[in-house]
């Protein structure tokens, strides 16, 4: 291959990663290209490029994955290289090789080697002939559903079904019983084939108490490979990565240098070409293939921090046809590093993707040791229709417990306000002594039940007196104004009577009492001394003498305090308020914007509370919602393929558990 000067590279991807690669681009003399939907017309990525093009509506289906379209700006717009990112088009063949027919250089590998990783079963084969060890499963062509179960008791259950062109926990299932097998095949080739186009599945033992640790690898066109160290991956939820680290810990030198060099065997056996991932099952002293993804990952930062490489870089040079610029030996790995993904979605709601306006963001500054890579700033709108992923927030240090120690305050410090982020649960995952010690199973999540969405109660308390002091301090400052009545001022409620006044939170009042220096706050019976300033959007109070800082923010009637890792959001009273309870009626109500996808009950049948009635499809995953009582189900209110905004209400039910009024009855 020869040596291509690349002048011009299109990002055929958004968000933080598209960001990401310009950052890089642009160091390197690059002109950036940046597409986009409708939803994304003032997304940090299209300001940040030197040119921007719109590909279609929101839907990925309709622009970020419509090859034509992307190709087409390549050439409308003079560039001579592309890079997908990771997602949407990252993977995809038929993309790789349409821009080596329209002489454009795809950043990544060649695409028969994402052909022979693309499907999980092809790849099991590749990987078996090179003798790498293999859980066992079934990895054929033949999907139909009594065969398939068939397989699965073969292998005797706990099984995992696995979209087998997917990634990222996407038709993904868990099945422990037979009796669960078919309804959980039906979900996993519903997501494989939303996600990514394809039904195919495969199946495999589950495995219990895994580690997931991967290797990354990186190849040149003149048959130089190296891996860069591994990563640990092994906090996940719903098969999701949440936190990752590098190196791994708790790895022999002898087991280390063992699977890195099987993951350079397995690019070598693909003729790969670029940045790619080769992730292991590890049991023990014992590791099994999972899978290669032919692409940057999205945790490849960890590795950047401990090798001080730039990724990117490396990408775009190789793909310009220039060797690897370092030798196994060169790679040397520094200290330790953590990334922890931030995600719009309620960890306190099972977790359920949100989307909204950004009304304040405030970050930890970049360092040596913080890194952060979004692609947000604070008025950006999320939107509904794609991975609720919005920062990763990045930290390195000497050794592992003090990189840990970053990330705990790191997170601290990250403060957003508009919708509910994941912030408090990874900080009580940083915080929580058994992942102090050391790298916990694939199931630790999920074996912890609820305690990591748990909220420590003296924070919240702290944080609502801090919106209560946010919410007087505005009060003052507005009856301050000229020519402002004193019968409207804090002081004028009545004559010789203590300077108080109520606040009215949704489901919290509270009272105080103007002094001198601030504000006597009557909470829960409790009378709190809150004294301090609130400028700019950072408060700094003293509640009965013990300071606290936060970041508060208030639109409308809705005050958020962001103290610590906890954002508290509370919404004062107004006439509009309709309490929680009043919503009860309506649990079949859509949770987010999202899809229809599936009815699952015939109208007119009889159902008993709890019973899934209906699936919708939002943020690439599946959600099933519950009949909330015993009853007939009377109608659907929307139709399979119909969008549904947050709170419309999905399907009826008619409660058969009411009695009627006996002076309804007859004589």
């Known amino acids: 291959m020869n040596v291509n000067k690349l002048q011009k590279i299109l990002i055929a991807n958004r968000g933080e990663i598209a960001c990401r690669i310009m950052r890089s681009a642009k160091l390197m003399g690059l002109t950036t290209v940046a597409v986009y939907s409708d939803a994304d017309k003032h997304a940090q990525h299209v300001k940040m490029a030197d040119e921007a093009y719109h590909i279609g509506p929101a839907p990925s289906k309709d622009s970020y994955l419509v090859a034509d379209k992307i190709l087409q700006v390549a050439k409308d717009s003079g560039a001579d290289c592309i890079h997908p990112g ?55 062509d033949k999907q139909d559903p009594a065969f398939l179960q068939a397989e699965a008791e073969k292998i005797g259950y706990p099984v995992l079904i696995k979209a087998a062109f997917g990634g990222g926990g996407k038709g993904m299932r868990v099945v422990n019983h037979a009796n669960e097998f078919i309804s959980a095949l039906e979900g996993s080739q519903r997501e494989a084939v939303a996600g990514f186009g ?60 063992e699977m890195g060099e099987a993951a350079v065997r397995c690019a070598l056996a693909i003729n790969y070409r670029g940045a790619g991932t080769v992730e292991f099952l590890l049991c023990g002293d014992e590791f099994f293939f999972m899978e290669m993804n032919t692409r940057l990952q999205v945790e490849h930062p960890v590795t950047e921090m401990v090798t001080g490489v730039d990724l990117v ?57 913080v890194r952060i890579d979004t692609g947000i700033a604070a008025g950006d709108e ?37 919708f509910s982020t994941n912030i408090g649960f990874l900080h009580n995952l940083a915080v929580h002594p058994s992942f102090k010690q050391g790298a916990p199973s694939t199931h630790f999540i999920a074996e912890q039940g609820d305690s990591l969405v748990a909220v420590d109660q003296s924070l919240r308390q702290a944080s609502q007196l801090i919106a209560a002091f946010t919410y007087l301090e505005q009060l003052v400052s507005t009856q301050e104004a000229p020519n402002t009545s004193p019968w409207q001022q804090l002081s004028g409620f009545a004559l010789n009577a203590p300077q108080s006044v109520k606040i009215a939170f949704v489901d919290l009042t509270l009272n105080a009492v103007k002094t001198n220096n601030g504000y006597s706050i009557t909470h829960n019976e409790h009378v709190f001394n809150v004294q301090g300033s609130l400028n700019n959007g950072l408060c700094s109070v003293f509640i009965n003498g013990e300071k606290h800082t936060a970041h508060v923010s208030r639109v409308n009637n809705v005050i958020t305090v962001m103290h610590k890792a906890l954002q508290t ?65 009377q109608s659907y209110c929307f139709a399979e393929g119909e969008l549904v905004s947050h709170g419309a209400l999905l399907a009826i039910v008619e409660d058969t558990t009411v009695a009627s009024d006996p002076a309804e009855g007859g004589a």
């Open 86 to 140: 990771y997602g949407f088009l990252s993977e995809n063949s038929t993309f790789a090789n349409a821009c080596e027919a329209n002489n454009i250089v795809f950043v990544g590998p060649p695409a028969s080697s994402i052909e022979a990783m693309g499907s999980k079963t092809r790849a099991k084969e590749i990987m078996a002939a090179a003798n790498v060890p293999l859980v066992p499963g079934y990895y054929g």
């Open 198 to 257: 394809n039904d195919l599945v495969l199946l495999e033992r589950y495995v219990n108490q895994p580690r997931h640790v991967e290797v990354q690898v990186f190849a040149d066109n003149h048959g130089n490979c190296v891996y860069l160290g591994d990563r640990d991956c092994s906090l996940q939820r719903r098969h999701q990565k949440v936190i990752e680290e590098a190196p791994a810990p708790g790895l022999s030198d002898e087991l280390r240098k």
């Open 313 to 369: 870089t490396w990408q775009i040079n190789i793909a310009g046809g220039q060797t690897l610029p370092f030798k196994q030996a060169d790679i040397k790995l520094q200290g330790h590093s953590f990334e922890a993904r931030i995600y719009a979605e309620d960890p306190a709601n099972e977790f359920i993707p949100c989307s909204g306006t950004i009304e304040a963001l405030y970050t930890p500054l970049n360092s040596e040791f």
């Open 382 to 418: 999320i939107s509904p229709y794609y991975d609720p992923m919005i920062a990763k927030l990045i930290v390195h240090d000497d050794n592992r417990e003090q990189a840990l120690s970053r990330l705990q305050h790191a997170l601290e410090q990250f403060h957003l306000a508009g």
């Open 569 to 633: 959001r509370l919404e004062l009273v107004n006439k509009h308020y309709i309490s929680d309870h009043q919503s009860d009626a309506l649990p079949l109500a859509a949770p987010l914007n999202g899809t229809v996808v599936k009815h699952l009950v015939e109208l007119g049948s009889s159902i008993t509370k709890g019973d899934p009635v209906v699936i919708i499809e939002a943020m690439k995953m599946e959600y099933t919602l519950n009949a909330p009582h015993d009853g007939i189900l």
